[in-house]
């Protein structure tokens, strides 16, 4: 029987709306007809030619436009991909859309064409999602930490991790299955040894502090301190600064107001919270609960107290090191010039003074921090995998019977494949009668 062919879609890869130019995209078997149909013959591979597109059907001209051939499998689907470089009007890009539309092919669903890379094994799971996040950077940061996932950095790591747990599981294995054949006899041992290296390797990359994934949606930078020390005015201060990052915010709640700003190429959510005060409010006593558990969860702490009250910035006590900024507040009142104790930043929430200071050390606290060149975690997707990769690694290392440490193995080695979107019983024969000559 003939493997079923795919069929052909297409879609604009442009956004919606009047601009210069739409990019409508075709992929798969039937696009090289389809370009034919519309622009008389197929340019050269890869290649723009400038054509006149004409409706097949009636012979109508459409748009005066450029087309692309790109034929598989040197095509970012894997497929026979082609594009229409047309005048980006609604009027044009219904056309050519309608046009296409009657040649048989199929509108493709969100997503078709990465889903068809990766099918293709153009890319793995990591990078699809890589692509899902470059095309939604909203700052410097996240654009270079897509990038850096696109470029398989991230991938490689995971399948690095994962080809060296299938080696030891097929190690393992072949001890079990082939106990009369001449393999080392320390080779449980080694299995063991290499377990642990493994297990600890992992521990490390999910111990990041959460850091990829932060800077994926967002690093909470919170703003405590007491009642009128001016938080909510900072943060009026700052979103004003600031280019407002358009994102909506979920969790915006009646004691947590959050503004995301891109600052220095990072993607910062402030988060004002409600003052720092004991009282016998039942209600406020709840926004106080929450003031602290936001103010614990962030990434890093501003903490405003008036400059005039010296001594409320020991309530900065409670959350000692590098990650909490002492911010003295209201400068520009005279009493307050020489309130603030050594190592506060001062400044005014009212009239601006002292802003681009605060700024500044922010991001060099937060360059410090994120500017690394290992690749991070970025998703909980992944931090889920990994967790029960090492879990399961751990249970390795705690069974006592060879055969439920490989069990186990497979479990660890399963979830990495969860992550890479490459988890097959095939890859493990592979490694099986590639390293062992046991057949004779
Ligand atoms: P929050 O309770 O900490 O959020 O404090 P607010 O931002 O609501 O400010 C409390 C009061 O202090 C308001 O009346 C502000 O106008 C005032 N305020 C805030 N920042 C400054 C400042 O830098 N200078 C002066 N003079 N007043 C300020």
Redesign the pocket.
């Known amino acids: 029987m003939e493997a079923l062919q795919p069929d052909t879609i297409y879609a604009p890869a442009t956004a919606a709306g009047r601009a210069a130019i739409a990019i409508i995209r075709l992929s798969g078997p039937a696009s090289g007809h389809a370009v034919a149909a519309l622009a008389g013959k197929l340019p050269p591979p890869r290649a723009a030619r400038h054509v006149r597109l004409r409706d097949p059907d009636s012979g109508e001209e459409l748009d005066d436009a450029l087309v692309l051939w790109f034929p598989g499998p040197h095509s970012v689907t894997g497929e026979d991909v082609a594009e229409f470089h047309v005048h980006g009007s609604r009027a044009v890009i219904a056309a050519v859309m309608a046009a296409l539309g009657r040649q048989g092919l199929r509108l493709a669903a969100p997503g078709e064409f990465t889903r068809r890379a990766f099918l293709n094994d153009k890319l793995d799971l990591v990078q699809a999602e890589a692509v899902a996040d470059l095309a939604a950077a909203e700052t410097e940061a996240q654009r270079r930490q897509a990038l850096r996932q696109l470029d398989g950095r991230l991938g490689e790591l995971y399948c690095g991790w994962s080809d060296r747990l299938l080696r030891l599981l097929a190690h393992l294995e072949a001890a079990i299955d082939f106990p009369d054949e001449d393999l080392p006899p320390e080779i449980e041992a080694r299995v063991a040894a290499e377990t642990a290296a493994l297990a600890a390797e992992i521990t490390r990359h999910l111990a990041d502090g959460h850091r990829g994934e932060r800077l994926r949606d967002g690093i909470a930078v919170a703003i405590v301190?007491?009642?009128?020390?001016?938080?909510?005015?900072?943060l009026n201060q700052l979103a004003r600064r600031e280019a407002a990052i358009t994102s909506p915010i979920a969790g915006t709640t009646r004691d947590v107001i959050e503004v995301a700003i891109d600052l220095a190429g990072y993607p910062i959510v402030f988060a004002?919270t409600a003052?720092l005060r004991d009282s016998g409010d039942v209600i406020e006593e709840e926004g106080r609960r929450r003031a602290v558990a936001r103010a614990e969860a962030a990434e890093l702490r501003l903490f405003?107290f008036d400059a005039g009250c010296p001594a409320d910035a020991q309530g900065a006590a409670q959350w000692p090191g590098p990650d909490t900024l002492l911010v003295a507040?209201?400068?520009?009142?005279a009493a307050h010039r020489d309130g603030p104790p050594p190592g506060a930043l001062a400044?005014?929430?009212?009239?601006g003074e002292g802003i681009p200071d605060l700024i500044a050390t922010l991001a060099v606290r937060i360059a410090e921090i994120y500017d690394i060149a290992a690749p991070l975690l970025t998703r909980a997707r992944h931090r889920a995998a990994l967790e029960s990769a090492a879990d399961a690694l751990q249970r390795s290392l705690d069974a006592d019977l060879p055969e439920l440490r490989a069990e186990d193995l497979r479990l660890a080695w399963r979830s990495l494949g969860h992550i890479t979107g490459r988890a097959d019983v095939e890859d493990l024969l592979d490694v099986i009668f590639a390293d062992f000559c046991l057949g004779k």
């Open positions: 301190g007491p009642p009128n020390a001016g938080k909510s005015s900072l004002d003052g405003v507040n209201k400068i520009d009142l400044l005014s929430a009212l009239t």
